[in-house]
């Protein structure tokens, strides 16, 4: 099975991060950023600014956005997901609840609620809010409730 490709926009002002409780599908009832499959033809930064629009209610230049992370997540022991993250602390709007989405707090990146999170996030998320580019392969358990591995490199330049 070929890998689903999607995104995560990860908002942020100052030393805060904009997060939402997910209310369906994948990973619902997990706090996360706006993201989501990339659709056929849609270039990343493009997918990452639909996301953006359709969970948050916010709208974004996609030149504004930073490519800080490519995470390949494994479960169960085979590649699923391939995620391009971008950071971003330029928008228009307010959030706004939609069908995915509510709940938004503003979080310090030195105190996210990663109880809150995927089990991952803690791995892997406090190296790009700290601006550092990443790749990195997560490992978790078939239902992705537990880490099984984590390993983490410099993102190399395409």
């Given at each position: 099975?070929n890998p689903t490709h999607t995104t995560l926009c990860l908002?942020?002002?100052?030393?805060?991060?904009?997060?939402?409780?997910?209310?369906?599908?994948?990973?619902?009832?997990?706090?996360?950023?706006?993201?989501?499959?990339?659709?056929?033809?849609?270039?990343?930064?493009?997918?990452?600014?639909?996301?953006?629009?359709?969970?948050?209610?916010?709208?974004?230049?996609?030149?504004?956005?930073?490519?800080?992370?490519?995470?390949?997540?494994?479960?169960?022991?085979?590649?699923?997901?391939?995620?391009?993250v971008f950071t971003l602390n330029k928008w228009q709007g307010?959030?706004?609840?939609?069908?995915?989405?509510?709940?938004?707090?503003?979080?310090?990146?030195?105190?996210?609620?990663?109880?809150?999170?995927?089990?991952?996030?803690?791995?892997?998320?406090?190296?790009?809010?700290?601006?550092?580019?990443?790749?990195?392969?997560?490992?978790?358990?078939?239902?992705?409730?537990?880490?099984?591995?984590?390993?983490?490199?410099?993102?190399?330049?395409?």
């Open positions: 099975m908002c942020t002002r100052n030393d805060e991060l904009l997060l939402a409780v997910k209310k369906t599908g994948f990973g619902a009832g997990k706090l996360n950023g706006a993201g989501g499959k990339i659709k056929s033809g849609e270039s990343t930064r493009d997918a990452a600014v639909r996301e953006l629009s359709e969970e948050f209610g916010l709208t974004a230049n996609s030149n504004d956005l930073a490519e800080v992370a490519l995470l390949h997540f494994y479960f169960g022991g085979e590649l699923r997901v391939i995620c391009t307010e959030p706004t609840e939609t069908e995915e989405m509510g709940s938004f707090t503003w979080n310090k990146f030195s105190n996210l609620p990663f109880n809150q999170m995927w089990v991952g996030d803690p791995y892997w998320m406090p190296a790009v809010l700290n601006s550092e580019q990443i790749e990195a392969r997560v490992y978790f358990n078939e239902e992705g409730s537990t880490l099984e591995e984590f390993v983490m490199t410099p993102l190399q330049s395409k």
